[in-house]
């Protein structure tokens, strides 16, 4: 019969390390009293430690609970620290069984770690992303005109009043009469065709402007294209801070970085650098690159 069945208490050393038994989820764990004795009140060790939980045939305690992930949890009792490898990437399942075994220290562990700050940051990014840090902005105007001065030559007959416009490039257009009226001499087209030189001036100023601009999209977070258009700036999330004394973890150059008003913040003036944070901090990888035109196409890795 098991010696805690008994209900006696380890009140000597040699008690202290004596081995328990912990079948959880049909994978066999052993431990000491010793590593369980802070827990003596608690709701599901607790009965184990003072011998009023059932054992089974082979003298364990049984516990119907993941048996792969407590081996953090049962080192979590040994240790009193949270050991997991860097591929780790069940936290949420080891999450849930923190709260089953109300060990709120450890959940606290958890939620501070770095991997679990990473993973959480990372399930609210977009699976694809498009990225464009122009290079060389080639406009063409949509609308074109004749620089030259256009002569006209009129044509009566009874039918139709056309009037046909020539230029030395070639260039002709027909302007039917019914629609042809002048006041003082100018047709009323003059003034229509100066207002579309204007619109389209315009819209060629906005084109270039916006064919200059960093695009990302769909936008992501700690990530801000400046107002010039032409840099991005970079808050690193909390998870990053915490992991490094600085924005340096990121791999990239502080000569080659200008710093801002925050300590945190760093902007961002190359293509490569944007690159290297997408790859570092979000986990993104590359599926294709325009180097030409300045595209890049994302998405976000396993």
């Known amino acids: 019969m098991n010696w805690l069945q008994k209900g006696s208490r380890a009140d000597s050393k040699g008690d202290l390390l004596r081995t328990i038994s912990l079948n959880i989820g049909g994978i066999l764990y052993f431990t000491t009293y010793q590593a369980l004795q802070p827990l003596e009140g608690h709701p599901i060790f607790g009965p184990i430690l003072c011998g009023r939980a059932k054992v089974s045939e082979d003298g364990s305690y049984f516990v119907d609970r993941d048996g792969v992930i407590f081996r953090v949890i049962i080192n979590y009792l040994r240790s009193n620290a949270l050991y997991v490898s860097e591929s780790f990437d069940e936290w949420d399942l080891l999450l849930e069984e923190t709260r089953f075994y109300q060990l709120t220290a450890l959940e606290e562990l958890i939620m501070r770690h770095y991997g679990y700050q990473r993973m959480s940051f990372r399930r609210e990014l977009p699976r694809g992303i498009y990225v464009c840090w122009p290079t060389t902005v ?153 180097e030409k035109e300045g595209k890049i196409f994302f998405s976000l890795g396993s």
């Open 138 to 290: 080639i406009v063409r105007e949509a609308f074109s005109r004749p620089s030259a001065p256009v002569t006209e030559t009129k044509h009566f007959s009874s039918d139709n009043l056309f009037t046909h416009c020539s230029t030395p490039d070639g260039f002709q257009g027909s302007y039917n009469a019914d629609s042809f009226r002048g006041i003082k001499g100018q047709p009323y087209e003059h003034e229509s065709m100066s207002r579309a030189e204007d619109n389209r001036k315009a819209s060629g100023n906005q084109l270039a402007h916006n064919a200059l601009r960093i695009v990302i999209a769909p936008p992501l977070p700690s990530l801000e294209v400046c107002s010039d258009g032409r840099s991005v700036r970079y808050t690193p999330p909390a998870h990053e801070c915490q992991n490094c004394a600085d924005a340096d973890k990121i791999t990239i150059s502080t000569t080659e970085v200008r710093a801002t008003s925050s300590k945190q913040d760093v902007l961002l003036i190359k293509v490569e650098q944007l690159v290297t944070v997408l790859l570092s901090a979000y986990g993104y990888v590359i599926q294709h690159w325009n």
